[in-house]
T-cell receptor, first 116, second 113 residues
Framework: KQEVTQIPAALSVPEGENLVLNCSFTDSAIYNLQWFRQDPGKGLTSLLLIQSSQREQTSGRLNASLDKSSGRSTLYIAASQPGDSATYLCAVKGLYSGGGADGLTFGKGTHLIIQP | EAGVVQSPRYKIIEKKQPVAFWCNPISGHNTLYWYLQNLGQGPELLIRYENEEAVDDSQLPKDRFSAERLKGVDSTLKIQPAELGDSAVYLC???????????FGPGTRLTVL
């Protein structure tokens, strides 16, 4: 069964710093990987989607990389801002269906606080 | 373009009462998901629909939970009877196909007293 781990569980940094959030998964048989942010009491906002054949994706100040063979992904946030404060979730879509594997398998998230 | 719509946003009920959640996916999205999110955890899949067909409901506790997606558009998730442990956020998501990017609604926060 796929397991997704996110490190660190929480992170607090001053505004302006560049930072890296880590995600690891146990089964490399994935179709894609998605990064989300979740604000308190809100749903999930999709940030980046990386297909298994891709190495990275970029959107504005965000860059996500994928190393499928080692079961790792990182989310890089450049020049962090207080508005980036949220919980960031990593999720993988497995190659195989059924048995609850048809959706995304999520990590527990990294709770990020950017200090003004 | 409208996103995934869910209602109600909040629901407080007493245990043993029934409750229902409604989801309207993004127009044109064939795949619809229901996820359960407990506090401090990532969402976990309950059921996936392809159009009106439930293709993976293995994680849905069928003794008390049921779901339907009539006409392959809107979906309803029901719990009857609710238990204290059902208190959580219920998220609906949709995607063009099961292999495309998933988009989530704001969720329904259920509190069972």
């Amino acid at each position: 069964k796929q397991e997704v781990t996110q490190i660190p569980a929480a992170l607090s940094v001053p505004e302006g710093e560049n930072l890296v959030l880590n995600c690891s998964f146990t089964d490399s048989a994935i179709y894609n990987l998605q990064w989300f942010r979740q604000d308190p009491g809100k749903g999930l906002t999709s940030l980046l989607l990386i297909q298994s054949s891709q190495r990275e994706q970029t959107s504005g100040r965000l860059n996500a990389s994928l190393d499928k063979s080692s079961g790792r992904s990182t989310l890089y946030i450049a020049a962090s801002q207080p508005g980036d404060s949220a919980t960031y979730l990593c999720a993988v879509k497995g190659l195989y269906s059924g048995g609850g594997a048809d959706g995304l398998t999520f990590g527990k998230g990294t709770h990020l606080i950017i200090q003004p | 373009e409208a996103g995934v719509v869910q209602s109600p946003r909040y629901k407080i009920i007493e245990k043993k009462q029934p409750v229902a959640f409604w989801c309207n996916p993004i127009s044109g999205h064939n795949t619809l998901y229901w996820y359960l999110q407990n506090l401090g955890q990532g969402p976990e899949l309950l059921i996936r629909y392809e159009n009106e067909e439930a293709v993976d409901d293995s994680q849905l506790p069928k003794d008390r939970f049921s779901a339907e997606r009539l006409k392959g558009v809107d979906s309803t998730l029901k719990i009857q009877p609710a238990e204290l442990g059902d208190s959580a956020v219920y998220l609906c998501a949709s995607s063009l196909t099961s292999y495309n990017e998933q988009f989530f609604g704001p969720g329904t926060r259920l509190t069972v007293l």
